[in-house]
């Protein structure tokens, strides 16, 4: 099977940027923990507005096990009233290109 990447971005309502952060960054030992995750790592945009997850499972079974593990559901509660709009989620396979350490995650 292929791995599977995930980048969902977060846009929190002005003023809820913190609460966001503290919320994913209280999920994430958590889902480190999840079978199948091999990269579960929060990012801020430089302006400090959005947050974007960069994922790497180990297939789409473990991915979907994820979307309904008691992490994801408990980081989903504790976001549903500080977001902007909807999560922008995106799921990806890889193309290997160029030097092997660099060119895939």
């Known amino acids: 099977m292929s ?6 971005t977060l846009s929190p309502q002005p003023g809820k940027e913190q609460a966001v952060k503290d919320a994913i960054l209280a999920a ?12 579960y790592a929060l990012h801020q945009a ?16 473990a991915l979907k096990v994820h ?4 992490a994801l559901a408990e980081l989903g509660a504790a ?10 989620v995106k ?5 290997p290109a160029g030097d092997a350490g660099k060119g895939a995650l």
């Open 67 to 70: 979307g309904g593990a008691p």
């Open 79 to 88: 976001i549903a009233d500080s977001l902007a709009g909807p999560l922008d």
């Open 91 to 95: 799921t990806f396979t890889a193309i």
């Open 28 to 39: 994430i030992d958590k889902v480190h923990g999840e079978p199948g995750c091999d990269l």
């Open 3 to 8: 791995a599977v990447i995930v980048v969902a």
């Open 46 to 61: 430089a302006d400090g507005t959005d947050f974007v997850m960069i994922e790497k499972w180990e297939s789409a079974d």
